[in-house]
T-cell receptor
Framework: AQSVAQPEDQVNVAEGNPLTVKCTYS??????LFWYVQYPNRGLQFLLK??????LVKGSYGFEAEFNKSQTSFHLKKPSALVSDSALYFC??????????????FGKGTRLSVIA | EAQVTQNPRYLITVTGKKLTVTCSQN?????MSWYRQDPGLGLRQIYY???????DKGDVPEGYKVSRKEKRNFPLILESPSPNQTSLYFC????????????????FGPGTRLTVL
């Protein structure tokens, strides 16, 4: 079965500092990996995804994530955090090789708080 | 504007009173899905649909029904709501196609906050 773990419920970072939101996954085959962000009272917005190719994926709003197959991780990063980045972040995975339709499995979310 | 819309955005109801939450997308997507979001549990899939008249259960389907009679619409039906269905509900859609469009980005609606008393 596929699963996603976001080990930190809350991440606090000072504005201007680099930020990392951690994600590890488990699939039987190879993964498709996604990051979404949820602002208060809003739906989820797509940030970036890894399908294949370059392990470093660049996405919206200056975010990037690195796919690490040996560590089964897909951590979200940004070189310089903004107060407006404060939100709830979700990592999600889909197994490429499972037969039939497979749902997008989400982690429990990590709340990022950027302090001015 | 490409979007997924949900109605209502907020709903307070009582146990046992049937309700429907509508979902509509204007992107001609084949794949649509319903999720519920609960604190500490992330998003869990309720039902999904790979195309018109093709629906299937997700991880937490008990107490819910869906239908897909038109490509753009995917309503979520609670025949007899109970307090444990109090949650934030999201509809999502993606392009779909071969293998259920596993690499596709899902686009989410704004959410429906349901309270069952």
């Amino acid at each position: 079965a596929q699963s996603v773990a976001q080990p930190e419920d809350q991440v606090n970072v000072a504005e201007g500092n680099p930020l990392t939101v951690k994600c590890t996954y488990s699939v039987s085959g190879n993964p498709y990996l996604f990051w979404y962000v949820q602002y208060p009272n809003r739906g989820l917005q797509f940030l970036l995804k890894y399908i294949t190719g370059d392990n470093l994926v660049k996405g919206s709003y200056g975010f990037e994530a690195e796919f690490n197959k040996s560590q089964t991780s897909f951590h979200l990063k940004k070189p310089s955090a903004l107060v407006s980045d404060s939100a709830l972040y979700f990592c999600a995975v889909r197994d490429i090789w499972v037969a039939g339709n497979t749902p997008l499995v989400f982690g429990k979310g990590t709340r990022l708080s950027v302090i001015a | 504007e490409a979007q997924v819309t949900q109605n209502p955005r907020y709903l307070i109801t009582v146990t046992g009173k049937k309700l429907t939450v509508t979902c509509s997308q204007n992107m001609n997507h084949e794949y649509m899905s319903w999720y519920r979001q609960d604190p500490g549990l992330g998003l869990r899939q309720i039902y999904y649909s790979m195309n018109v008249e093709v629906t299937d259960k997700g991880d937490v389907p008990e107490g819910y029904k869906v239908s897909r009679k038109e490509k753009r619409n995917f309503p979520l039906i609670l025949e007899s709501p109970s307090p444990n269905q109090t949650s934030l509900y999201f509809c999502a859609s993606s392009l779909g196609g071969a293998l259920g469009g596993r690499a596709d980005t899902q686009y989410f609606g704004p959410g429906t906050r349901l309270t069952v008393l």
